[in-house]
Structures are given as C-alpha cells and as structure tokens.
C-alpha cells in the first residue's frame, strides 16, 4: 500500500523529458509503471511508461525498456498498442510513450464474466491470429500472449478493437522457425505467466513462432472455459504440462462448445511443437474454418460484468468436421467446401444498461476497518459504483473505503462504499462496488466521463 501511494502521489504532476506530465497512475508491474500523461505542446493523452526507481540504474531493465520500444516500431500495426515516443530523461531514467487506450483487457473481462460466447471466443480468436501473423512475418515472438497482455479498446469511431500491448520480453529474429535472439532474456528465461507459456518455453529450449500457437491457444482455451488447465507457481505449472499427455479437452469444461473449435484449439496445445499449427495463419484459418459464419463485430465492453456469460450455444458439428477443418486448412481449401452449418451463431446484440457506466482502468486500494488495505484496480465507473478486480474476496455487504485516482482530473479520494456482489474465479474476485453519497463534485466528474465515452461510441452502439 505504502509504494503505491508514494509513486502515485510523488511522480503525479512531474515532468517527463521536459514535456510529459504525469497525470495519474494507470498500471504497475514488477518493473514498471504506466501513467496517465499529458503532452505540453501537443495537448495530446499519453501513456507513459517507466522502470521503478529500484530497476532504473538495472542495465537489462533500462534494455528492455528501450528493447520494447524498437519491437513495437517495426510491427506498427492496428493490432498492437502504437509507439509515439521514447527516450532516456537525466531525471526518471528511460521512458516509453503509446498510444492512450481507453477499455479493459481480456483479463479484467474474463475476471468479471468468467468466459467468452462461442461467437467472441472465434472474433478474439481470429484477430489475435491476424495479428500475431503480421508480427511472424517481421521476425517477432509476442513471448508473453495471455489475457492481461490483450486489450479491448475503442476506435476514434465507437467500434471496438482489440490490442496487443507489452512487448517487454518479445523474442526477434528471422522467423519461420529459425533462431531468435535471447541476448536479453537469458538470465530470465521465466519472465511471463508460467500458465500460459509453451513447453519448450518452460523447459528453457528455443522458441519460435509455435511458442505463440501455444499460448493463443491458451488463452482461448480460458475464453472458452473459464479457466487454465495447469495452474500455481513456475515449478508447479512445470510438473504438471511434463507429467501430462495434454490439457483436459475443451468439451470436458463446456459440453456446448462446437467439436470443431474445440479440436482446433486442443491442436494448437500439443506438446510437442511439431505436432501443432506450423503458423498462427495456420491456427486463424482452421478457427475461421470452424466457425463456418463470418466474424462479425462483437460487444465485448458492452457486455455487462455481473450478467452471465452467453451459454447453451449450439453444440453442432462432429469430431471429424474439426478433423477437416485442419486439413483444409492446410489444403488451403476455400472455406465454402468446409459445409455451410454455423457452429456458435452470430454475436448477439448486448442490451443497454439501465445505469450508465464507463470502462476505467485504475489501481484502487480497498481499505477494511481495521485491516490492511489491499491492492486492487477498477474496470468500470459510474454514478452508483465501481466495478473492482481484487487478489481476494470481501463478504457481500461489507463496507470498505476505496482510494483511487479520479478520470480526467487525477485527483486522488477516498470513497465509501458497500459490497453489493462478488465473483470468485481465476485466482482473482470480481467486486460490484456501490459508492456511498459522492460529493457533487465528483458525481460531476463522473458524469462528465461517462459523458465523454458515450459520445465516441457509434450511433448503434450508444
């Protein structure tokens, strides 16, 4: 508690570089922090990401930094978050700047719902896919895909789109399984989520582009089923991928899910990377194949967090459909000889929230009465309350006190509120947060917020 209240309040209002200043913290990790920026001279919203004063003088740490940076100018694309800036400041040490992204990642959402329709799980799927490919192809290995690292923001237009960010540890090098430089990651070769990491990632061994297969492979094995199958710290998640032939299947967790997808996703978790797709086209193209329907727009931010997710989505297809849907794939058959039965439908349309509210994505302590705070961040804002994701679970109808950076102003508060409902899963607990009586003044902030994401939305999504 104490770290995060001496870096949001001392580094809050700083200047970066002589330009950049500091409006609120956004994010923090193990070696770094993300702000809230602003642009003197451009009037532009930033994010600004720096090393903890404990990892600024670290020469691999700075290298990194500096590292990501380069990664994300030489795979510029829609797919991943974009690079604007970076530098090395005598003060705060090097820094990076992207683009401002306004969402929730696939985590905070995955935390909140628990898991994905069968219709989102093949539109996340396929452009994860697309992605990734473009990446391949300029000798880039994400390294660290999983649903934190996946972003659900939206465009200048409403529409939503899905973002790549944290290239910290990308592997680069020529592709098409050949070498990838490690310089950098040697002395760290864990670095990531040891869930969602490949074999030959965990065992230390080389990594290619099948090391990314695997972990997109993961992390829609999560969306489909609401968890991992191998779980717990770096040497638990080691025993158990060595011990096990391959992961529980897909319909074992969620008898609905469509044969086909299922078969596809379970393909690309072989152990072995020779048994797996070849190429993340390889992977987009038999889920495209699979789901035998357009992938259509979804509403992943629309979606209300303490709804269920969709369930009971149709359970077509045999196991020997999937089986085809690799090899014409592989046959680079078009799609139309695949068969024409949807499997999953098309995404539905969310209903409207009675409450408006608005994603926003902030560390936030929760403070019990007479208790040690704890670390949590928000995922959603509004008059009546917050939507927070949480290490642990509160007791429904406990009051706390929630300490939080304020949208727009980057005022730090303190707010009363009450548990109204909670979610357990995934290691984390979602919590439906109801405010006590805000002051006017910060009712008015947050009207003027939601206000403001109301109005980028496209006129059918508002």
Not at 95 to 123: C, F, K, P, Q
Not at 221 to 246: F, I, K, M, R
Not at 305 to 328: F, N, T, W
């Amino acid at each position: 508690m104490a770290a995060l209240e001496g870096v949001s309040e001392s580094l809050v209002g700083a200047i970066v570089d002589t330009r950049y200043e500091l409006r609120r913290l956004v994010a923090h990790g193990g070696m770094g922090l993300v702000f809230e920026a602003y642009h003197r001279f451009t009037r532009q919203i930033v994010a600004l990401k720096l090393l903890h004063d404990a990892c600024r003088q670290l020469k691999e740490a700075r290298a990194r930094l500096l590292r990501e940076a380069h990664a994300l100018a030489v795979v510029r694309h829609p797919g991943f978050v974009e690079v604007l800036d970076a530098g090395v400041c005598g003060e705060h040490g090097p820094y990076l700047v992207l683009e401002m992204l306004e969402g929730r990642t696939l985590d905070g959402i995955l935390a909140s719902r628990r898991r994905l329709s069968v219709a989102e799980v093949v539109h996340v799927g396929a452009h994860l896919c697309s992605t990734l490919a473009y990446a391949h192809g300029r000798g880039i290995v994400h390294r660290d895909l999983k649903p934190s690292n996946v972003f659900v923001a939206r465009n200048e237009i409403g529409r939503e789109k899905i973002k790549l960010i944290d290239l910290g540890v990308a592997a680069m090098g020529t592709g098409q399984h050949g070498p990838f430089d490690r310089k950098l990651t040697t002395t760290h070769e864990v670095l990531g989520t040891p869930e969602y990491m490949a074999p030959e990632q965990l065992w230390g061994r080389e990594v290619d582009e099948r090391t990314d297969v695997y972990a997109t492979g993961m992390t829609l094995y999560e969306c489909l089923t609401g968890e991992v199958p191998y779980g717990g710290a770096y040497p638990d998640v080691v025993v158990q991928v060595s011990n096990a032939t391959s992961p529980p299947r897909v319909r074992h967790r969620r008898p609905e899910t469509p044969a086909a997808l299922a078969t596809v996703i379970e393909h690309a978790l072989e152990k072995d990377p020779g048994a797996r797709f070849q190429s993340i086209v390889e992977f987009g193209r038999a889920i495209v194949a699979a789901s035998y329907s357009p992938v259509g727009p979804i509403h992943l931010l629309s979606a209300a967090a303490d709804d269920a997710p969709e369930s009971g989505e149709r359970a077509a297809g045999e196991p020997e459909q999937a089986e085809q849907a690799i090899k014409l794939v592989r046959r680079k058959v078009p799609r139309s000889e695949a068969g024409a039965q949807p499997l999953g439908g098309a995404p539905s349309r969310p209903e409207r929230r009675q409450r408006p509210r608005a994603p926003y994505v902030t560390p936030v302590l929760l403070l019990r009465p007479n208790a040690e705070a704890v670390e949590a961040r928000s995922e959603e804002i509004g008059l009546e309350g917050m939507l927070v994701l949480s290490p642990q679970s509160f007791p429904v109808g406990m009051t706390i006190d929630l300490r939080f950076a304020m949208p727009t102003t980057g005022e730090m508060v303190v707010v009363a509120g009450n548990i109204r409902w909670t979610r357990e899963g995934r290691g984390k607990a979602a919590l439906g947060v109801e405010f006590g009586a805000l002051p006017a003044g910060l009712s008015q902030i947050v009207i003027d917020y939601i206000a403001s994401e109301k109005t980028a939305r496209s006129p059918d999504e508002s």
